[in-house]
């Protein structure tokens, strides 16, 4: 549910620094055709992949637009901006902000990515070796869902658990090897001292 903007007055550095040309760049934004005028698969097909592909960019775009945001905006005024004129959570912002750092900083490649930001969130958060695997397992493609991802990360985690039963096998075993050497060397001092 969209949260109702409030009005506020403009003062004149304001409108001299929204009519300055931004270095973030605008979504893209096409002529859409009306859908009463589609009649074909193909015609449904191209609009709706054109608009899915704006979806991409408008994630990119909003993400760059609250970096940008949050380092213009006086203390405590982006969160203002985020909790009361946006139509989003804080934890959504973050995300947003996350991808389009990520990005930017070229932890992901450009080319290849889906069209959602919570699937490009989630190749955020791998770590650098993970995702030097998952690029040669080819997992950074436009057609990978978020599952994908998080099934991949779950596999590669998983790794390291069977080597914590082992050990935790190998403790037990050597308790009850302890208990019954204790309990051993007890006998032989209990014969050792009637003797």
Same mark, same amino acid.
């Given at each position: ?7 506020? !007055? ?50 990119? &775009? ?72 998952? &690029? ?6 436009? +057609? ?31 308790? !009850?090897?302890?208990?019954?050497? +204790? ?13």
């Amino acid at each position: 549910m969209a949260r109702k903007l409030t009005p506020r !007055i403009v003062t004149a550095d304001e409108v001299s620094d929204i009519l300055t040309p931004s270095e973030v760049p605008a979504p893209r934004l096409s002529r859409r055709p009306a859908p009463a005028r589609l009649r074909t698969r193909a015609n449904f097909a191209d609009v709706i992949l054109s608009l899915w592909a704006e979806a991409e960019e408008n994630f990119l &775009a909003i993400g760059r637009y609250l970096n940008h945001a949050k380092t213009v905006l006086e203390h405590g005024e982006f969160m203002a901006m985020v909790d009361r004129d946006l139509p989003f959570r804080y934890s959504t912002a973050n995300r947003l902000m996350k991808v389009a750092a990520a990005i930017d900083d070229g932890l992901l490649p450009t080319d290849n990515l889906p069209p959602s930001y919570a699937t490009v969130y989630e190749m955020v958060l791998l770590n650098p070796e993970e995702r030097a695997q998952a &690029a040669a397992e080819g997992l950074f493609r436009p +057609d990978v869902r978020r599952q994908d991802i998080i099934n991949f990360k779950k596999q590669l985690r998983a790794v390291t658990l069977p080597d914590l039963a082992a050990e935790r096998a190998e403790l037990a075993r050597l308790e !009850i090897e302890r208990a019954r050497i +204790d309990a051993r060397i007890a006998e032989l001092r209990e014969k050792l001292r009637i003797a």
